[in-house]
């Protein structure tokens, strides 16, 4: 099993999670975080640091979010990983909780 960020992360980008991560298992984007399932062992320290409440354990994955599965491991393959605790966007807190952000996704 895994853990998953979703799409509240999505220009919130808060980076509380990977300061706990002990496999460094998260990997940094534009505006988004992605966990690589390959990598996380499951251990749980993460989902409770995330001020957007944006990471999900497989398990407890609403399914309107399962693609989310996929989108990680794949963006994890491609951005490099993140180990350290860096300040969040400016105008993080505008965008904690608003719907529909996917599409704001950056590559």
């Known amino acids: ?10 220009k919130c980008k808060y980076t509380d999670c990977v300061e706990v991560c002990p496999v460094d298992c998260f990997h940094e984007g534009p505006n988004f975080l992605a966990i690589d399932p ?13 001020p957007a409440e944006a990471i999900y354990s497989e398990d407890d994955l609403p399914e309107s979010m399962a693609h989310f599965l996929e989108l990680n491991a794949e963006l994890a393959q491609q951005w490099p990983v993140i ?6 966007p400016g105008d993080a807190e505008e965008w904690n909780g608003k719907p529909d952000k996917l599409a704001l996704l950056e590559r």
């Open 83 to 88: 180990t350290e605790m860096k300040p969040g």
């Open 1 to 10: 099993m895994t853990y998953v960020v979703t799409e509240n992360c999505i």
């Open 38 to 50: 390959d990598e996380c062992i499951d251990c749980t320290l993460c989902e409770p640091e995330c």
